[in-house]
């Protein structure tokens, strides 16, 4: 046995049951490892983009890492904008980088690169084997580190001749990653200013939006009058019938400041204070009331559901929440396809226990609030704002749930970005439904132009906002990738369409012509 086959058996007997990968020559070892191990399901990405998108998917679903295959530093890098996404959105993620023999990096061939460099700004941990009969056990401990803190990215980098030199050492046992939990204290404390506060927000984040932990939040709500509102791009929201409901907090930075206006206290549970993505001129930054107070329930390492638990029991808060979510059907107007009808296709359709992967941009929104009221779903979102998460989000979503069906609601610019996860959708017979909103521009920018002071934009600006000329013909481009497609320009044909696809299991994508 080299040290690859000790590695990857390792992972698998620990529970890694997926690999994402887009491999090169330094990983041809592990390759061949992962073809001996039938536990591992290897996935190809033609992008390592479209690999840790995958991978945040897959994580933030299964709750446990999914391993990613990449190549040296360069390969590292391309995947690093998603990376930045897990990390924001909280992921557990495994990263698994191959690098030069060791005795070659003194040559500085092409591909020789500072991968801890690159790697530690998006990873909680970082590792380098040190020896073939070593390797099975970094990777056991970088395993451990992806499960602490509620999931974290760990980064560990395999020597080609650490994988390919024969070894007989085994590992020892995985570390424990135990939850932190918060002290009586803070929820005495958390509990007394809740109850004296005349106006307050309980502002969520990460596992908080979980279904159980919601349940105990709108029993904090139904004792205390406490308002429920989430930050605006959450890692998974359980969402409709029968779940507890909560507030978005608004992208914009005045709509949000409105929306918090009058609130004397702000609860964080999961998440830290909410401020705007981006500085504007004369708009303020942080988004809560200056003279609201603040002070943290659970931050997004610890147990968050044992603290919302403690917290309503402690309150003498009835068992079960006074405000869950009824069912709500939308009678649709025909004509040309807007927000607001996209949204009431979706609701009226949505399956049970369905994920949706939302990087709709300035169409999504519409599909998010109307889909409140619509069956029991799991809403994922772009967490960290760098485009190019939704499509490889739904690839890893799809992995992890093979019975639940995945719908993602794609913008067309940031599609583009990784387009290849079609084609690995296709491959691996995904259960998705790719809705493609395609208004031919970046639209959102247009809005930001206006909000940044640019009052008359020049026609070389809005040329380097707008996809048209050419047209992004997506049916064509998934068509090309051997995805099955339909172009729908009214709310008839899309109802049909959507309706179509919801019955039927495998990938297809829906250009929605907006």
């Not at 998460?389 to 067309?412: N, R, S, Y």
């Not at 009214?490 to 994508?509: R, S």
Request: with cysteine; charged share 20%.
């Amino acid at each position: 046995m080299n040290g690859a086959e000790s590695l990857i058996n390792a992972l698998a007997e620990h529970g890694v049951d997926a690999c994402f990968a887009n491999p090169g020559t330094s990983e041809m070892q592990l390759v061949a490892a992962l073809d001996k191990q039938p536990h591992i399901r290897a996935v190809l990405c033609l992008f390592e983009g479209v690999v840790t998108g995958a991978a945040d998917g897959y994580g933030r679903m299964a709750d446990k890492p999914a391993l990613n295959l990449l190549h040296l530093g360069p390969g590292f890098a391309n995947g690093m904008a998603n990376l930045h996404n897990a990390q924001r959105a909280g992921s557990p993620v495994l990263n698994m980088v191959g690098d030069h023999a060791t005795d070659h990096l003194q040559h500085d061939a092409p591909l020789t690169s500072d991968i801890k460099g690159m790697a530690t700004p998006v990873s909680r941990s970082f590792r380098v084997s040190d020896s073939a009969a070593g390797l099975a056990q970094t990777g056991l401990d970088a395993l451990a580190a992806s499960l602490s803190h509620n999931g974290t990215i760990s980064t560990f980098v395999v020597p080609a001749d650490h994988a390919w030199t024969d070894t007989d050492e085994l590992p020892s046992a995985m570390p424990e990653t135990p939850l932190a939990k918060i002290s009586d204290t803070t929820i005495s404390e958390i509990a007394a200013q809740l109850q004296s506060a005349s106006s307050c927000c309980l502002f969520m984040g990460g596992r908080t939006l979980r279904d159980d932990a919601l349940h105990q939040a709108g029993r904090i709500a139904a004792a205390t009058g406490c308002r429920l509102v989430t930050e605006t791009f959450f890692a998974r929201q359980a969402r409709g019938v029968g779940r507890v409901p909560t507030e978005r907090l608004a992208y914009f930075g005045e709509a949000a400041t409105e929306q918090l206006a009058g609130a004397d206290l702000l609860v964080l549970a999961g998440t830290k204070a909410p401020v705007s993505s981006f500085a504007y001129p004369d708009k303020p930054s942080v988004l809560a009331p200056e003279s609201a107070t603040q002070c943290t329930l659970v931050d997004r390492d610890s147990d968050a559901l044992d603290a919302l638990k403690r917290l309503a029991d402690y309150l003498d808060a009835p068992a079960t929440p006074e405000v869950v979510t009824d069912h709500a059907d939308y009678s649709l107007v025909d004509g040309a396809i807007d927000a607001s009808e996209l949204g009431k296709v979706v609701a009226n359709r949505l399956p049970e226990h369905a994920i949706v992967c939302d990087e709709g941009a300035t169409n999504g929104l519409g599909a998010f609030l109307l889909t409140a009221n619509a069956a029991p779903h799991d809403w994922l979102t772009l967490t960290g704002g760098a485009i190019g998460q939704g499509l490889p989000l739904a690839v890893g979503a799809a992995i992890a749930c093979p019975d639940q069906k995945v719908i993602a609601l794609e913008a067309d610019g940031s599609g583009m970005y990784t387009v290849q996860a079609l084609w690995t959708m296709v491959r691996e017979q995904l259960d998705v439904t790719v809705v493609l909103l395609n208004n031919r521009s970046y639209a959102i920018l247009n809005i930001e132009l206006s909000r940044v002071g640019v009052e008359q934009p020049g026609p070389t600006a809005l040329s380097l906002l707008d996809l048209s000329n050419p047209d992004l013909e997506w049916t064509d481009i998934a068509r090309g990738m051997g995805m099955q497609t339909v172009k729908v320009e009214t709310v008839a044909a899309l109802d049909q369409a959507f309706a179509d696809a919801m019955e039927q299991k495998g990938p297809c994508l829906i250009e929605v012509m907006l």
